[in-house]
């Protein structure tokens, strides 16, 4: 997408609990994980796919699997599959769980397939495998955080064939308390047929708009059209070291839009030019 920095929307998911077979029923008192197992060697597993802002930036979520076994479980392979994935993906960082404990292991997202399939939910299994034996837990994704990266990569692939955003650095006059202005650059792909509405854009930790709680350009871009430059009067959102610590989000910047009438949120993410000077100026208008 050349300059573009897109990412998916910030995603949370559930705890998720396995699914099994193989000793006697447990007491109804004690609600624990449900034992999963294919060889015969029983272990009580449970799973959730989680998402931070810095795994969206990062095109990754991570499966993290929770081992009540009664042992310590060291995964020689950890394998998310899904129905709307071509391939399974195979997680990364594998390392030992103790007993009791619960590790996160990292699946790199592929491209999409757009599609009728990719909206499609059905199978969803973690499958772990270690010198004890291999078992698969089913994965009970609520908020589904799959779902959401394939819609927002097409929604992005879509948006691309009409306009390129970017974000230019972040102008400033300096000096405590000072504002800013921040611009959005839609520069038109050039191909006929689309029509970009860029309805609203929202603050991030570090950056929010100066007079209101977002920002409401409603610009207008035809895909064939002349370039749009989106000014944006901006202050500091916080002035404190924390907001400097914050994962992917401090520079990305949610943007309500409608692309030919189909509403979608995208967020558009700084490059280090930009970001640098957005930093900057917090910085110089906080104090700090």
């Known amino acids: 997408m050349g300059r573009t920095r897109l990412a998916g929307l910030l995603l949370l998911a559930p705890v998720l609990l396995g699914g099994g077979c193989g000793d006697p029923e447990p007491e ?8 999963a197992t294919t060889t015969g060697v029983e272990v009580g597993l449970a799973a959730e796919l989680r998402q931070s802002s810095l795994d969206v930036a990062r095109g990754q979520m991570q499966v993290w699997v929770e081992n009540n076994s009664g042992a310590a479980l060291l995964p020689t392979a950890v394998t998310y599959r899904d129905d709307r994935l071509r391939t399974p993906l195979a997680g990364a960082r594998l390392r030992e ?6 590790f996160g292991f990292v699946l790199a997202l592929p491209p999409p397939t757009c ?8 199978t969803q299994e973690v499958q772990v495998r270690s010198d004890r034996g291999e078992w698969s837990v089913p994965v009970d994704d609520e908020t589904d955080v799959l779902g959401r990266h394939l819609a927002a990569r097409c929604l992005e692939r879509a948006v691309a064939q009409a306009v390129d955003l970017r974000w230019l650095p972040v102008r400033h006059d300096g000096g405590r308390g000072s504002t800013a202005t921040m611009v959005l650059e839609v520069r038109p792909s050039g191909a006929a047929g689309h029509v970009l509405v860029i309805d609203t854009i929202s603050g991030t930790p570090l950056l929010g708009a100066a007079r209101a709680a977002y920002w409401s350009p409603a610009v207008r871009v035809r895909s064939d059209g002349d370039p ?23 520079t990305a910047f949610r943007v309500g839009l409608r692309l030919d009438g189909q509403a979608g949120q995208l967020l558009v993410r700084m490059d280090d030019r930009a970001s640098a000077s957005a930093v900057a100026f917090v910085r110089e208008s906080c104090g700090l």
């Not at 109804?28 to 034992?35: E, M």
Request: charged content about 25%; some cysteine.
């Open 97 to 102: 769980v103790p007993d009791g404990a619960r």
């Open 115 to 122: 599609g009728p399939r990719s909206a499609e939910r059905g």
């Open 228 to 250: 749009v430059r989106i000014a944006l009067e901006a202050q500091a959102a916080r002035c404190d070291d924390h907001v400097f610590m914050e994962g992917g989000g401090s």
């Open 28 to 35: 109804a008192a004690a609600p624990t994980p449900t034992p």
